[in-house]
């Protein structure tokens, strides 16, 4: 039987009469409260609110705290995100007196120890990236994105340029798209694959001088690096435009390569992703963007400069303006600070090898039961299909991934990208061991075993199973209603 405590609300577990605390009976009686509100303006009976002890509270709440799932808890091989484990020395670090409780009003002057560590961040990023100059100010990968975009939009039309278009493959997370309409571009896709890679030919078909920016993944979404990417800069910069490396996938990079060094002009990291801050459901996150020198002047405001004496902060001559307020998001951007100061050069390459390790492995376990329809190797991740099981078993990526909660693992990416048939984008980063991606690829090859019909209705230990998913997402419901509430 299921525990009522973690899947009824307060207000259903209620019982008439029941409390947490007692106090004393009031002595003062009702008179003042009647001469302070009007009789009119007083409720005529006392609200609803749910009557329970001191142990039913405290249970429902550390149950429903047990109901979620998170990288602390379970293996969460959720591909394109990277959720990587968080160490827990960078989150105290960040929370240190002087550090966390800066205000961010506090003048430069005395301020100098955080402005120190944000330049030196600045300088890393740089470096990491193989372009100069460092924003640190967007709140998430897609802002980055946007403010890399309205960056080359001023330097375009500073140079009299009428620049239009934006290019993406069709494999590009949603929001390259999204963020290049939102800067004011035309958006073409490229749909051609050449096994997984960018076509080639169909870039040079569609680039002309009105293109302002290519924006391209790589490794691409697909888990594989587009090993032509010298060549693909190359065409844009003959046509006058600027490429945009979207950095979501550094893990694969960080201490290999660098976008600077394969002609990305632009780039954005996600701090929350490669550098270990903790993702929140849809922030905080930080989305720092590097750019080529010839950029830095539109670079939001402010920016962190040196001084003789210490640091300031400067607003470039042409910058864009402010994308965000402050500094950006400073807590995270410490996280990430840390998480580089404690690897350094050569840590930072061993989390690359390792992130790609990791997902060969798991890649090459799965083969047979959940093979890749593209590449040979993958980087950090890699793209499965559930095509074969879903044909010849009825069995579903949607249905491995609900069973895989059963199991103690959150589910995959599923149904993304497009451009893979069932896909599971399965990302396991390199903080996983072997013995959990055994486990994982156990758990997958038992489940294409099971009954069809029963897996259509997994997840069968959670409180709740199939939601609709796109009506929570659209309408969550987090009120509770009373029944005679209309
Ligand atoms: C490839 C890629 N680009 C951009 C983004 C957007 O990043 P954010 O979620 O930080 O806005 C993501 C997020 O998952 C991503 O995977």
């Not at 259903?12 to 009007?38: C, H, K, M, N, W």
């Not at 990491?128 to 039309?157: C, D, K, M, N, Y």
């Amino acid at each position: 039987m299921r525990n009522k405590l973690a899947t009824q609300s307060l207000f259903e577990l209620s019982a008439a009469g029941r409390r947490a605390t007692t106090f004393p009976e009031s002595d003062v009686g009702a008179g003042p409260l009647d001469e302070l509100l009007p009789a009119e303006q007083l409720a005529e009976s006392p609200p609803p609110l749910p009557e329970l002890s001191e142990p039913t509270v405290v249970r429902h709440f550390v149950n429903l705290s047990t109901l979620n799932m998170s990288v602390d808890t379970h293996f969460y091989p959720l591909g394109s995100c990277t959720m990587k484990y968080n160490p827990k020395r960078h989150e105290r670090l960040a929370r240190f007196g002087g550090i966390g409780d800066l205000h961010p009003y506090a003048h430069p002057e005395d301020s100098q120890g955080m402005l120190a560590v944000l330049y030196d961040l600045q300088e890393m990023l740089a470096e990491i990236a193989g372009l100069p100059a460092v924003s640190l100010h967007p709140a998430a990968g897609a802002q980055g994105e946007l403010t890399a975009l309205l960056v080359a939009a001023a330097w375009f039309r500073d140079r009299g340029e009428e620049r239009t278009k934006v290019l993406f493959p069709s494999s590009a997370h949603g929001t390259n798209p999204a963020s290049a309409a939102l800067a004011g571009f035309k958006t073409v896709q490229l749909n051609k694959s050449a096994g997984g890679l960018v076509d080639f030919d169909e870039l040079v078909s569609q680039v002309d001088d009105s293109t302002a920016v290519f924006m391209i993944t790589n490794p691409n979404t697909l888990g594989i690096f587009e090993k032509e990417i010298v060549r693909i800069s190359q065409l844009l910069h003959d046509h006058g435009a600027l490429v945009y490396i979207d950095g979501a996938n550094m893990n694969a990079n960080v201490g290999i390569t660098r976008p600077g060094d394969f002609g990305g002009d632009m780039m954005h990291y996600n701090v929350h992703k490669t550098f270990t801050g903790p993702h929140g459901a849809g922030g905080p996150g930080a989305g720092p963007i590097a750019v080529r020198d010839f950029l830095a002047d539109y670079l939001p405001a402010p920016v962190v400069q040196k001084t003789g004496e210490g640091y300031e902060l400067a607003t470039p001559s042409r910058s864009i303006g402010r994308m965000r307020s402050f500094f950006g998001n400073v807590g995270i951007l410490l996280r990430g600070y840390f998480y580089l100061r404690t690897l350094g050069a050569s840590g930072l390459k061993d989390v690359a090898e390792q992130a790609v390790l990791n997902a060969n492995y798991l890649k090459a376990k799965l083969a047979d039961v959940l093979p890749v329809p593209d590449g040979e190797w993958c980087l950090h991740e890699f793209v499965a299909s559930a095509k074969r099981v879903k044909d010849e078993r009825g069995i579903t990526a949607m249905d491995i991934a609900k069973r895989l909660l059963d199991y103690g693992f959150h589910a995959p990416t599923v149904y993304f990208p497009l451009v893979v048939p069932e896909a599971m984008m399965i990302e396991p980063t390199e903080t996983e061991s072997m013995e959990t991606l055994d486990c994982f690829a156990k758990a997958i090859r038992t489940i294409v075993t099971e009954d069809p019909e029963f897996l259509h209705s997994a997840p069968h230990t959670t409180p709740i199973s199939r939601p609709d998913e796109v009506a929570a997402g659209r309408n969550p419901v987090f009120r509770w209603t009373p029944a005679c509430d209309s």
